[in-house]
């Protein structure tokens, strides 16, 4: 079965200091993985995607298939990263698929 | 753009009550979703619907049923409500695997 582990349920780091969260999968198949976040008070909305290999906010993501991870990196991160960031997995078989999140990891970014 | 419109925003239920959560997307995506959002279990899928006419559980789908009513419409029963469920629930729509979610505001429901 399809699973996406978040080791790090709180995350706290000071402005300008480098962040990183993690994310690994299991699936056997070939994933489409994506991180959302969730800003206090807002809706769940998609920050990056791995096939589209973007940088927003700062943020990147890079997928290893030897290691199973996707961790999420911004080099100086700042008071408004703070929020709720959460690793997805998209599989699908035959015609359907779902998408699977992690457990979440809340992110504090103190001045 | 209305995007993914959830209602009620906020519920009180007595255990053993039933009510329906609604959720109504505007563009034309084939893939919906519903979700439970509890402290330190993140995101758990409760149901998913892949297409019109089709429905298939997610992790969590006891005490739950769910109705793609049409392309735009997805909506979650709860039959006979327990305290287990109080939680927000969130509803989602995607065109494909490799295309983003949109979300709904969420529903916070808390059953007493």
Same mark, same amino acid.
């Given at each position: ?19 990183? @969260? *993690? ?39 890079? @997928? ?9 990196? *911004? ?7 703070? /929020? ?28 | ?43 758990? @899928? ?10 298939? *559980? ?23 409500? /327990? ?8 509803? /989602? ?7 983003? /979610? ?11």
């Amino acid at each position: 079965a399809q699973r996406v582990t978040q080791p790090e349920k709180l995350l706290s780091v000071f402005k300008g200091a480098p962040v990183e @969260l *993690k994310c690994n999968y299991s699936y056997s198949g070939s994933p489409e993985l994506f991180w959302y976040v969730q800003y206090s008070r807002q809706r769940l909305q998609l920050l990056l995607r791995h096939i589209s290999r973007e940088s927003i906010k700062g943020f990147t993501a890079d @997928l290893n298939k030897g290691e199973t991870s996707f961790h999420l990196k *911004k080099p100086f991160a700042q008071e408004e990263d703070s /929020a709720m960031y959460y690793c997805a997995l998209s599989l699908s078989g035959g015609s359907n698929y779902k998408l699977t999140f992690g457990k979440g990891t809340l992110l504090t970014v103190n001045p | 753009n209305a995007g993914v419109t959830q209602t009620p925003k906020f519920q009180v239920l007595k255990t053993g009550q039933s009510m329906t959560l609604q959720c109504a997307q505007d563009m034309n995506h084939n893939s919906m979703y519903w979700y439970r959002q509890d402290p330190g279990m993140g995101l758990r @899928l409760i149901y998913y619907s892949a297409s019109e006419g089709t429905t298939d *559980k997610g992790e969590v789908p006891n005490g739950y049923n769910v109705s793609r009513l049409n392309k735009r419409e997805f909506s979650l029963r709860l039959e006979s409500a /327990a305290p287990s469920q109080t939680s927000v629930y969130f509803c /989602a729509s995607a065109w494909d695997r490799n295309t983003e /979610a949109f979300f709904g505001q969420g529903t916070r429901l808390t059953v007493v």
